[in-house]
């Protein structure tokens, strides 16, 4: 699902906005991973501002989505040298 697509009305919106309407009768599930929810958050308040990312994270928790975190640690795991190595550029590491 789309999120960005689904607030922002973009093309294909109608589609995506059946899945919300199919989940709450028990006909699918949704699920969205945590990283997609921050990478959608990020996007809306860069785009229109941060009342507009909070009222769609509002929106979000009153959809049938469940947020899950199992890919978050594989994300982590394959990147943490890279968050590692830019903290040392800027600061000092003990």
């Known amino acids: 699902m789309s999120v960005l697509a689904y607030f922002q009305k973009e093309k294909g919106s109608d589609t995506i906005k059946e899945l919300p309407e199919r989940a709450a009768q028990n006909q699918c ?10 990478e959608a958050m990020y996007v809306t308040e860069r785009e229109q501002g941060l009342q507009a990312a909070q009222m769609a994270l509002s929106l979000i928790k009153e959809l049938p989505i469940e947020v899950v975190m199992r890919y978050l640690f594989t994300y982590l795991h394959k990147n943490i040298k890279c968050y590692i190595i830019r903290l040392k550029t800027f600061y000092q590491i003990i």
């Not at 599930?29 to 921050?38: E, P, Q, S, V």
Request: contains cysteine; aromatic residues 20%.
């Open 29 to 38: 599930n949704i699920y969205f991973c945590i990283i997609n929810l921050g």
